[in-house]
């Protein structure tokens, strides 16, 4: 294949070489580099206002607060989103954490009475070359028509594509000498080869923007947006997203984040796992902001979340935009007549019915036998679409409310949790795949932000075990991830040499990332620049010898 000047590709994954074809043609490759090297030095703007951001608020010990100079957008009653395509009104349960490469699980979605399907590239996705070609072409066909058995784009589910984050980069694709960044070929690709049918069809092109931190950097997606509906005849708004906010910082900004999206925007999501991280992402090494055990203390009905969802509706239906909930991760036990499938469901059914009860107009589910009981309970709490109508002019949100941190500690039980599934997660992104199950649910990139975050932050603060008093070291959690790995062994069925020395390394990533001295901003971020990761996936097979096992 010849590449335009500036472009640079790798080869093809084995196995996937007439889909590398179909997807990177002479077209589709000029419009990439177009994409990228128009708005790559904004994209790098961003990234360094974040750094910026965090520098500020470490030097001045300062807590973030509703801003004056934007105050003017707040005050303004007058301004509201454009409405949504009528595919969107409806969106009570969506599908999460689908992971495009899985075409299994892809096609089972598109044939589910869902209202909408995420289509994860970034927390549930493990980005491999071969899952991100993969994932694009299983959407390319989903959109034209070419899986047997599957309702057509119009009839089935929506699609809402989910690119990855600014956080990350691509290693196979170079323009102007730079990695591309995800995002942008994510979107890229995806809007070159579906964004006309799905308009066509009135079935998109709509996504999700994950881990956005502030307007600039809702500001920059819409240029995006722009430019991109310009270069491909798309009317003004033909593109609509539904941003996450899973930032604290963006917590503050969420009426402004509507406004930069004002014709493009489907709302705003809320979700419990890397809200909280983000936590300790901006003031772990805050004594006063100490998260407590996640397992035993961190709930939506604590007052710093339920704050956060209950401003986030107030501010989505004050300007006419939708607001939905987060995943259930649950899994449902298969023997319906059984005592655990009554418990899980009556465990979510309760969760669930707090965020309806909320006013959100939707939320996600993973198990797919949880579509239509959940469908049935918007049903019996909420008459009509949606629920736009409720704009909850009684509520007052402060900054205290949202900076509240629950009281508690840490629990046995909950360190060894969070050391499993942060090991698990890496021996995942190790075999390629960006999620796993684990004691009855999904855990994905969410759960372990979380999970490492709160073993770093408690390191960082010496906290004590509830159990027995002991300090939480270096040497503890050494301790501890050894045992745990044991544990492992016999849950993941380590059953070869190749398995075992993954989760040996695996937990090896772990503890490195949980004991730095400066917090790692994103666990994916440090995995997916991280030699062992790059090695096992461009080589196809574990490059254990560059991070020789030591537990």
């Not at 979380?450 to 075990?465: D, G, N, P």
């Not at 849950?491 to 400066?518: G, I, P, S």
Request: aromatic residues 10%.
């Amino acid at each position: 294949m010849s590449c335009p000047e500036g472009v640079e590709l790798s080869s093809p994954p084995r196995g996937l070489e007439e889909e590398y074809s179909r997807l990177f043609t002479a077209d589709a490759l000029l419009f990439l580099r177009e994409l990228v090297s128009t708005l790559d030095e904004e994209v790098d703007q961003v990234l360094k206002l974040r750094v910026l951001r965090k520098a500020q608020l470490d030097l001045s010990g300062d807590l973030p607060g509703f801003s004056e100079a934007t105050s003017y957008i707040r005050s303004d009653p007058t301004w509201r989103v454009l409405p949504v395509p009528p595919r969107l009104q409806r969106r009570h349960v969506d599908v999460g954490d689908l992971a495009p490469c899985d075409t299994q699980r892809l096609m089972q979605a598109l044939q589910s009475p869902a209202q909408g399907l995420q289509i994860d590239f970034d927390d549930g996705n493990c980005p491999t070359h071969y899952n991100q070609i993969k994932g694009i072409h299983n959407v390319y066909k989903a959109v034209h028509n070419q899986f047997p058995n599957v309702p057509s784009i119009s009839q089935a589910p929506v699609l809402m594509l989910r690119p990855r984050a600014w956080n990350m980069v691509d290693h196979n694709m170079m323009v102007n000498g730079k990695e591309v960044p995800g995002p942008l070929y994510d979107f890229g690709l995806l809007m070159f080869h579906c964004g006309k049918t799905l308009f066509k069809y009135k079935s998109g092109p709509f996504f999700y923007l994950s881990k956005v931190e502030s307007f600039m950097e809702a500001r920059l997606w819409n240029k995006i947006f722009v430019w991109t509906q310009n270069k491909l005849g798309l009317p003004l708004g033909s593109i609509k997203a539904t941003v996450l906010i899973e930032n604290v910082l963006a917590a503050f900004e969420m009426e402004e984040i509507l406004y930069e999206l004002q014709e493009h925007s489907a709302g705003l999501n809320c979700g419990i796992w890397d809200y909280s991280a983000s936590f300790v992402n901006k003031f772990g090494h805050r004594e006063a902001f100490l998260l407590p055990d996640r397992s035993k203390y961190v709930s939506m009905e604590k007052r710093f979340l339920r704050s956060y969802m209950e401003l986030l509706v107030q501010t989505c239906h004050r300007r006419g935009a939708f607001a939905t909930g987060g995943m259930a991760a649950q899994l449902l036990p298969q023997d319906h007549r059984s005592p655990s499938h009554r418990t899980t469901l009556a465990n979510v059914t309760r969760l669930k019915l707090l965020e309806i009860k909320a006013g959100v107009d939707g939320f996600m589910v993973y198990d797919l036998g949880l579509i239509e009981a959940m469908q049935k309970l918007f049903q019996m709490h909420i008459r009509g679409d949606n629920q736009l109508h409720r704009v909850r002019d009684d509520l007052t949100v402060t900054p205290d409310d949202l900076l509240s941190m629950p009281t508690g500690g840490v629990t046995l039980y909950g360190l060894e949790h969070n050391i499993a599934v942060g090991v698990l997660f890496i021996d995942a992104w190790l075999l390629g795949k960006g999620h796993f199950f684990y004691r009855g649910q999904v855990e994905d990139s969410a759960t372990a932000e979380i999970s490492r975050s709160q073993v770093w932050q408690w390191i960082r603060h010496e906290a004590r075990l509830e159990d027995d008093n002991r300090l939480v070291t270096r040497g503890l959690v050494t301790d501890l991830t050894q045992k745990v790995v044991r544990e492992l062994r016999v849950v993941t069925c380590c059953d070869t040499a190749r398995a075992e020395q993954r989760l040996l390394t695996a937990a090896e990533m772990f503890l490195e990332v949980v004991q730095k001295r400066d917090f790692p901003e994103f666990l994916t971020t440090y995995l997916n620049l991280d030699h062992t990761f790059i090695s096992s996936h461009t080589n196809g097979r574990l490059a254990a010898g560059n991070h020789k096992p030591k537990l």
